[in-house]
């Protein structure tokens, strides 16, 4: 089968080793400008890799010709499967070091399709790594062990149809592998939406959501993918399954939250059920400045607890709210948004502002609906938030340190997490590399609760070091998240590289009967090995 990287719904070229379309990849001038924000002095980018000087062998296994046509040795297929799309995925591939390659690429369009490539591998001990985007960043999406003979990369995209929609139960049948864009753009025509818009929203699928639990547009009540899923279809090496359709159900432990977040190790989603929406009529968005970054939190917090709702509730620290263009002078920068396909907002909006206002906040609700164009801050921030990966990996060509990490804690737990992680990682990321490093946070989602703290590191690395230096200084993050209680990731998974953060947070019991369920729903071992237990 033809393998190239070219996007079928769009026709435009994806990355092998970066984010994106390679059409909007940031030129060398692009990349000198940006690295000009960070201190420190930066490398000339380097060049943009190739397949063709990655060490790819001839692959260790042949399926057979029942499976022939399922599967592509090609080795742009092949490179762009071996890694996910963290920091250090992208250094990797820019320095010829990508981690193992798969041996081979199987694009299955059907249930069966899985069943049997699983059935197959299962026999020969050929390890099955499930792909949806590739948009994982916590090395969910490569080989590291040693145990198996060959690497199958289990690409869904080829399964990326709404099957059905149920228009009184407000809810479709979609296919694991559909990719955000074109998800929505089948059922825009029936003025639903899943309005699951996370980051990565445009290289991400259905099936790497669930399998990720992914956390989404909604920084409030409704933050993760899983609050949407009303039944799993599942193929395990063990056999299949499908829970039902219910709106609720109090009948024992769930069988799709034992599956939400199982990260392609104990079998393959193929579709799910999911909760729909009427798509938003009535939208409005406010930004509000403060000079103060704790009298902030204490603003943001009194919004989570109140009734109102927004639909964005995002607090930029004042180095972020720089970065993304959304700057009130220097100050910590509240973003709200409000959004309901059957009533106005105007009046939640004007409540929280008055809200943050209540707590040293700046900011006016200017009166908006649906065809207002979004506060200017807002707007600011919303298409920095999208560029923000490009120019990423335009730093990382440059030898900049540049990577995000994220968590959750309890309200009382904040605001010393912040400050910690400010002060320690900065300090380590500094020590690391010689360089004086900025640590920006935000907050992107907020509970009742607690809050959603999001990191960006920026420092100019050592150039040829950056994976080792990265990794130290996510040493410390984690020894920092784990000291303050709060949790190793809130959306972007566990993998390979948070299983030390995990190990430590989750009870014993728990992590026995995971291992438990591993063996009786994959006996073989070959699914994602690594990924959440040895
Ligand atoms: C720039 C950027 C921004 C991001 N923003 C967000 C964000 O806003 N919110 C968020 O939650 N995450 C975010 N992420 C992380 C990532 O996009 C999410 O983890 C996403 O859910 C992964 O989806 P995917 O389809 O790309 O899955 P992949 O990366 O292909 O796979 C992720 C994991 O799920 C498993 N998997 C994939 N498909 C299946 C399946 N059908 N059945 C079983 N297992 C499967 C894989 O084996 C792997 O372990 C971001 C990543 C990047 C690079």
């Known amino acids: 089968m033809p393998a190239t990287a070219t996007d079928p719904q769009t026709s435009r070229t994806r990355s092998w080793w970066g984010w994106g379309y390679t059409d909007a990849h940031p030129d060398d001038a692009e990349c000198i400008a940006t690295g000009a924000l960070l201190p420190g002095t930066l490398a000339r980018p380097l060049p943009i890799p190739r397949v063709a000087d990655l060490p790819i062998g001839r692959p260790a296994a042949t399926p057979p010709a029942s499976l022939a046509h399922l599967v592509t040795a090609d080795p742009q297929a092949r490179a762009a499967h071996a890694m996910g ?42 390890a099955v790594i499930p792909f949806g985007g590739g948009s994982s960043v916590v090395g969910g999406v490569e080989y590291r062990g040693e145990a198996h003979h060959a ?44 309005r699951h818009f996370p980051q990565s929203f445009e290289f991400s699928t259905l099936g790497g959501w669930l399998a990720t639990r992914a956390g989404g547009h909604y920084a409030t009540v409704h933050t993760h993918i899983d609050d949407f899923v009303q039944s799993l279809r599942v193929i395990t090496p063990a056999g299949a399954g ?38 938003p009529r009535h939208k409005a968005s406010a930004s509000v400045a403060f000079a103060d970054f704790h009298r902030a939190l204490d603003a943001v917090r009194a919004i989570a607890q109140s009734d109102l709702a927004p639909a964005n509730c995002r607090l930029l620290d004042p180095g972020e709210a720089l970065l993304s263009g959304a700057s009130h002078e220097g100050s910590t920068v509240l973003v709200l948004g409000f959004e309901s396909a059957t009533s106005p907002v105007d009046a939640r909006l004007t409540a929280a502002v008055d809200l943050a206002r209540a707590h040293g906040g700046r900011g006016e609700a200017a009166p908006a609906d649906r065809d207002s164009p979004p506060d200017a801050a807002v707007g600011a921030w919303r298409s920095a938030f999208l560029r923000m990966p490009y120019l990423r990996d335009g730093l990382a060509r440059m030898g900049a340190v540049v990577e995000t990490f994220e968590t959750a804690a309890t309200w009382g737990a904040v605001p010393a997490l ?103 729903l994959d006996p073989h071992r070959i699914l994602n ?5 040895d």
Not at 158 to 185: H, K, N
């Open 85 to 126: 799309k963290a920091y250090r995925d992208v250094i990797r591939a820019l320095r010829g070091r990508p981690g193992r390659i798969p041996d081979l690429v199987a694009r299955p369009t059907r249930d069966q399709d899985v069943a049997d490539l699983l059935d197959w591998a299962g026999e020969h001990g050929v």
């Open 242 to 279: 499908t829970s039902w359709r219910l709106p609720a159900s109090g009948a024992g432990p769930s069988p799709d939250r034992f599956f939400l977040g199982s990260e392609g190790t104990l079998g393959v989603i193929t579709e799910a059920w999911m909760r729909l929406r009427e798509r």
């Open 418 to 520: 912040i400050d910690a992680v400010r002060t320690e990682v900065g300090a380590a990321a500094a020590k690391a590399t010689g360089h004086p490093a900025t640590v920006n946070c935000r907050l992107t989602h907020v509970y009742p609760d607690g809050a959603a703290p999001y990191f960006t590191v920026a420092v100019a690395g050592r150039p040829g070091d950056e994976v080792e230096i990265w990794d130290d200084i996510k040493a410390v993050a984690t020894e920092v998240l784990h000291r303050h209680r709060a949790t190793i990731t809130h959306h972007h998974a566990v993998g390979r590289d948070h299983r030390p953060g995990y190990d430590l947070q989750r009870p014993d019991p728990f992590a026995r009967a995971l291992r438990a369920a591993k063996d009786a």
């Open 151 to 194: 690497v199958l990369s289990l690409d869904l995209t080829s399964m990326g149809r709404v099957l059905e929609i149920d228009t009184a139960a407000r809810s479709a049948l979609i296919q694991a592998g559909a990719l955000g864009p074109a998800l929505e753009a089948q059922l825009r025509p029936h003025g639903l939406t899943l």
């Open 529 to 533: 090995p690594g990924v959440l237990l």
